[in-house]
């Protein structure tokens, strides 16, 4: 997961290993993520630090997609359907989610690993319950009005994920449950697997998760600058 202790004034921004470092947590190490929109390759970048993202020949700005009318998710679409870079703030609460959307950000990235530090003063390590995750997200939510991209994932060291096949079951679970419920929402499909698998497999599970029906592609954890640049390479020849 990805921990962050941002501030609005930049001099008070920590390292993402100086967070980490609070809390001892075994996975400290420099890490790379990528989440792609599937139709036309724009790219949002939650504001991690030490997060590379690889920023197209175009950046357009988003004016007024918060419009009468507008759901969170049809703001996210729109977002995601415009061509550039899009930044959004994690955050971690209902109050650091509106300094977000009140410092001009378009939508904000609800940080696991945050919520667990914020909540309970522990790493996302097994101990927040999801009823504890949901009730958090549910609060950052009703707290702005920007869209809310939830995470609930978190790093660990020495990982070990589960098969390709089950992954995509779940990703369809998700689809078939938005269906039935007649819910407006975007699937953001998270694989963790490069941590515990070579980069081809990894690749191999985002055109599965794509075909599944997913919204979004999100690759966490990738080695280093050169598999993320890589990574973005493989999506602009899409």
Known sequence: ?????????????ATRDQALSVFNHPFSQSHY????????????SPINTHTLFTTPKRFQAIIGCLGEGNTPAKTL???LGSPGAHQGLACFDGLSAKLV????????????????????GLPETGFISYGEMVDQGQQI????????IGDACG???????????????RIKAAVDARKESGSDIVIVARTDSRQALPLEESLWRL?????????????????SKE??????????KK
């Open 1 to 13: 997961m990805n921990f962050n202790l941002q501030s609005m004034n930049q001099s008070l921004v």
């Open 155 to 169: 790093h660990t060291q020495g990982r070990k994920v589960v098969s390709g096949e089950e992954t995509v079951i």
């Open 227 to 236: 598999e993320s640049k890589e990574r973005a390479i493989r999506q602009s």
């Open 207 to 223: 055109r599965a998760f794509a075909d599944a029906g997913a919204d979004v592609l999100f690759i966490d954890a990738l080695a």
């Open 101 to 120: 959307e009140r410092a001009g950000f378009q939508y904000c990235f609800a940080s696991g690993f945050s919520i667990s530090a914020a909540r309970l």
């Open 77 to 79: 679409r729109q977002i």
């Open 33 to 44: 993520f990528l989440v792609s929109n599937l139709k036309n390759g724009s790219f949002l």
């Open 141 to 148: 939510t009703r707290a702005v009005s920007i869209p809310v």
